[in-house]
């Protein structure tokens, strides 16, 4: 790579930049000048971070301290803002029209936000590329309502794991996550008292179920049912419950 690369200089130029971000022409008849040749291997790490940022990372973790913070600076200051921008653009391209899934792109905080929407409820997860991508940690977080309605301490870790260790993009880990979401409240009965998958105010499923006639109900809707009625019996098929 370029000396001005590798010192640390955090004064990116435009030339300096278009190493890393531009394609080299190759043409094999003309003898190769070392300025090719840094264009190249520039270019080739880059597209290596891209298509191969696990294997990236494992090497990192094999290298000299030294060299791992060198490289990572080099990565922070040329190449992640890059390949944060076409990451996060791709994202809202590819997701922008899936059903019941509305995505935001926060490019300045490298922030991509995803809402599932079933019914009237939505739950929310976030995506946040660090400033070093894809050499640092990408951090998942769920929002309040779906840590209530399906466990996400489950989801994040998966997405996490597959953004991590599988060379996974965001796009295809957020469509991942509403497959799952989609599979998960296919197979959800409605509660039988107020019509609904999600309790208005909890956003509970409905979870007790009746002995007699295995009709569910969210807790908080039977319980109301049982102080109104003043009976402790099912609404549905009037047994104890």
Same mark, same amino acid.
């Given at each position: 790579?370029?000396?001005?690369?590798?010192?640390?200089?955090?004064? #990116?130029?435009?030339?300096?930049?278009?190493?890393? &971000? &531009?394609?080299?022409?190759?043409?094999?008849?003309?003898?190769?000048?070392? &300025?090719?040749?840094?264009?190249?291997?520039?270019?080739?790490?880059?597209?290596?971070?891209?298509?191969?940022?696990?294997?990236?990372?494992?090497?990192?973790? &094999?290298?000299?301290?030294?060299?791992?913070?060198?490289?990572?600076?080099?990565?922070?200051?040329?190449?992640?803002?890059?390949?944060?921008?076409?990451?996060?653009?791709?994202?809202?391209?590819?997701?922008?029209?899936?059903?019941?899934?509305?995505?935001?792109?926060?490019?300045?905080?490298?922030?991509?936000?995803?809402?599932?929407?079933?019914?009237?409820?939505?739950?929310?997860?976030?995506?946040?590329?660090?400033?070093?991508?894809?050499?640092?940690?990408? #951090?998942?977080?769920?929002?309040?309502?779906?840590?209530?309605?399906?466990?996400?301490?489950?989801?994040?870790?998966?997405?996490?794991?597959?953004?991590?260790?599988?060379?996974?993009?965001?796009?295809?880990?957020?469509?991942?996550?509403?497959?799952?979401?989609?599979?998960?409240?296919?197979?959800?009965?409605?509660?039988?008292?107020?019509?609904?998958?999600?309790?208005?105010?909890?956003?509970?499923?409905?979870?007790?179920?009746?002995?007699?006639?295995?009709?569910?109900?969210?807790?908080?809707?039977?319980?109301?049912?049982?102080?109104?009625?003043? #009976?402790?019996?099912?609404?549905?098929?009037?047994?104890?419950?």
């Amino acid at each position: 790579m370029p000396v001005e690369v590798l010192q640390d200089n955090k004064n #990116k130029t435009a030339k300096l930049l278009e190493l890393f &971000t &531009t394609v080299p022409v190759f043409r094999f008849k003309e003898s190769w000048t070392d &300025t090719k040749l840094d264009h190249i291997i520039c270019w080739l790490y880059t597209n290596c971070l891209r298509r191969l940022p696990v294997l990236v990372r494992q090497w990192l973790s &094999t290298v000299d301290s030294r060299v791992g913070a060198t490289v990572d600076k080099i990565t922070s200051h040329y190449v992640s803002p890059k390949l944060c921008e076409d990451e996060l653009l791709y994202s809202k391209l590819q997701l922008d029209n899936v059903e019941n899934l509305q995505v935001k792109v926060h490019s300045t905080a490298r922030k991509v936000i995803a809402m599932y929407q079933m019914e009237e409820t939505k739950l929310e997860i976030s995506i946040t590329l660090p400033p070093n991508y894809p050499l640092g940690r990408v #951090k998942v977080e769920c929002g309040q309502q779906i840590e209530d309605a399906t466990k996400p301490k489950n989801d994040h870790m998966e997405l996490s794991k597959f953004l991590t260790h599988q060379n996974g993009s965001v796009w295809d880990s957020l469509l991942m996550w509403k497959r799952e979401l989609d599979k998960k409240f296919a197979a959800v009965e409605e509660c039988y008292i107020c019509f609904s998958i999600f309790h208005i105010s909890t956003y509970h499923l409905p979870t007790l179920s009746c002995h007699t006639c295995r009709k569910k109900f969210h807790t908080r809707c039977l319980y109301k049912w049982f102080n109104t009625s003043q #009976k402790s019996t099912c609404p549905i098929c009037r047994n104890v419950f």
